[in-house]
């Protein structure tokens, strides 16, 4: 089945992407924007940047230690989307491999001297990644042979050794490939790989050990902390062991630290990471919107490690989770022309952004980028993006549960169904059933419809519904049709009291969808504001809905310093009309400040 993630137990089984096909809408736009424009945008950018030009040899060698994983990710993209340039660049990495598996355009010559930051093991998960997508969406060919030598190599020399690679990502890479192929000693490689971090057993760093999640066994650890990406890819990798080994300690660990991390260590955009100094997790509570780092790649990891957690345990909060990250962070990270993205998504932005000519050597927002000096992100959303619609649906013994409502037609066992929703704008779902068939369809109600008299309507019954699943079973005529409806108003949101940074702030969300003041040229700014809490208006503009609260601007400093005696006033300032757009859809527009929590 063409599926990123295959497990071989758990509570549900992923539809792949012969099962769901994705048709124009929020996601079947940005899915074909990413097959017809972005891939070929970050080709383009691997040749002119010669990291592609590494793998012929071409010398002096460019870009960074760790850019072979960028040709390995988008390879993995173009696996999923079938694009027609897979076989040549796949022929060209083939070339650069050694006789024994080992490949890594950086370190050949001086292979694994460095583990705290060489990479080489993380590049072969990538590597690996795509090999087992191009296996499950073509068979065996050039590409998966490289990824099969590669992972005996890593078998053949780490198996019995103490050390690992300073960024995880080979320990899911390693259980994928053990799926896609049954040879156990890739699963047992990827185990030892988890039990061996935090023995410890990499060196020290000036970030601290906890950066690569070396500083206690995975087992032991209360929350998610370090690089984000880093600490979010472990976790992937250690669910998949949990559930090929049926290690259900190891599964309840990574559940806990993910509770730990969603009730304190989350942006209100599902973003994960508050610190740039060292792309990492704050400390509880510490998520200040202007700092926050929340990078793409952080919020892919993130959708990832909900998918599995999904599909391991059932548990449909992380759907919810999911579905907040991908409308507000992955969404966000690429424009709306698919040729730039976002490596850092903070909810707030102060200053302007100077447009950057080319390659952007910062990870800080402001405006989209063509490329980054480290451009870990446009290829993670491009392999994302390639293999999204098996994060749609999944099925149970019973039937299948839609998790991610979008435009397309979903098939397995019994039942094939098309969906038809205007979502996340508007928030009806239909789905009419396509042929006579069986079983059980359940639809998603996310949790932030809580309190909106949702309904769910088929045979000819109309119900409220609640947070979970609406569900109906079958048998089914073609032509029965089932309706929910989400209804769509935008609410006002408040962080909680321990939240130093958002104290005396608000944010509005609609749907899935948070909201963010953006102010370009001339518009107010952004700083001396304090907003109404009353129902926003509802503008729609380019398909997408906009609102509108009441706001006063410009709010007069407090007689020359900030500070009082006692708490200030109601503030002063002119009565305006404050607009909102949706977080993933601000610097479209050129320069602009920007903020999520608004002063209140
Ligand atoms: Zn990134």
């Known amino acids: 089945m063409a599926d990123p993630v295959l497990p071989s137990s758990g509570v549900l089984s992923p539809l792949g992407l012969d099962a769901v096909r994705p048709a124009p809408g929020f996601w079947g736009d940005r899915i074909a924007l990413n097959r017809e424009v972005t891939i070929a945008h970050c080709q383009e950018w691997m040749e002119r940047e010669g990291w592609i030009g590494n793998f012929r040899g071409e010398r002096p060698r460019r870009g960074r230690e760790f850019s072979d994983s960028e040709i390995y990710k988008l390879l993995e993209a173009m696996a ?23 490949l890594n355009t950086r370190w050949s010559g001086s292979r694994y001297t460095d583990f705290e930051w060489g990479h080489e093991l993380y590049c072969y998960g990538h590597l690996i990644q795509a090999g087992v997508a191009r296996l499950r969406t073509h068979g065996e060919d050039v590409l998966t042979e490289v990824a099969v030598r590669a992972a005996d190599h890593v078998c053949r020399r780490f198996m019995t050794t103490t050390e690992t690679c300073g960024h995880p990502e080979i320990e899911m890479a390693l259980v994928e490939l053990y799926r896609a192929t049954g040879a156990e000693r890739y699963l047992e490689m990827a185990r030892r790989f988890v039990d061996r971090r935090g023995l410890p057993a990499l060196g020290e760093i000036p970030f601290g050990r906890a950066y690569f999640q070396d500083d206690v066994p995975l087992r032991q650890a209360q929350a998610f902390r370090g690089h984000a990406v880093r600490a979010l890819y472990l976790a992937c990798g250690a669910v998949d062991v949990a559930v090929e080994t049926g290690d259900e300690d190891l599964l309840k660990a990574v559940e806990g630290q ?59 909060r992380h759907a919810d989770l999911a579905e907040r990250t991908l409308y507000n962070v992955l969404a966000t990270g690429l424009a709306l022309d698919g040729r730039s993205f976002f490596y850092a998504n903070p909810l707030r932005v102060r200053v302007p952004a100077v447009p950057v000519e080319g390659v952007n050597h910062s990870a800080e927002g402001g405006l989209r980028s063509p490329w980054f000096a480290v451009s870990c992100c446009p290829s993670n959303i491009a392999r994302t993006l390639a293999s999204l619609p098996a994060y749609v649906a999944a099925a149970d013994r019973d039937g299948v549960r839609v998790h991610h409502h979008t435009p397309g037609e979903i098939r397995h066992g019994g039942l094939a169904l098309r969906v038809e929703t205007g979502y996340p704008w508007h928030g009806a779902v239909t789905v009419t059933v396509l042929e006579d068939g069986e079983g059980r369809i359940a639809l998603r109600v996310p949790a932030w419809a809580a309190g909106t008299e949702a309904t769910f309507a088929h045979h000819g019954v109309v119900r409220p519904v609640a947070p979970g699943y609406a569900e109906a079973d079958g048998p089914w005529r073609a ?37 963010c003041a953006e102010s370009v040229a001339d518009e107010p700014p952004l700083g001396d504001l304090a907003a109404a809490v009353e129902p926003p208006r509802e503008h729609v503009v380019d398909g997408a809905v906009e609102l509108e609260v009441r706001a006063r601007l410009g709010v007069p400093d407090g007689g020359g310093w900030p500070y009082a005696a006692a708490p200030g006033e109601a503030p002063d300032g002119q009565e305006a009309a404050l607009r909102l757009v949706p977080y993933h859809r601000w610097g479209n527009r050129g320069p602009a400040t920007m903020r999520v929590w608004l002063p209140v």
């Open 80 to 102: 999923w989307a079938d694009h027609p340039a897979l076989p040549e660049l796949a022929q060209t990495v083939a070339r650069a491999q050694e006789g024994d598996g080992y």
């Open 479 to 515: 032509g029965d049709e089932l309706r929910l409806e989400l209804p769509m108003r935008a609410r006002w949101t408040f962080p909680d009291r321990r939240v130093d940074a958002l104290r005396g702030t608000a944010a509005v969300e609609r749907g899935p969808l948070v909201y």
């Open 258 to 316: 993910w509770e730990r991390t969603v009730a304190r260590r989350t942006h209100l955009t599902g973003g994960m990471g508050s610190r740039h100094a060292d792309e990492s997790f704050g400390d509880d509570y510490e998520l200040p919107p202007d700092r926050a780092y929340s990078e793409t790649c952080a919020g892919i990891a993130s959708i990832m490690l909900s998918h599995r957690l999904l599909l391991a345990t059932g548990d449909v």
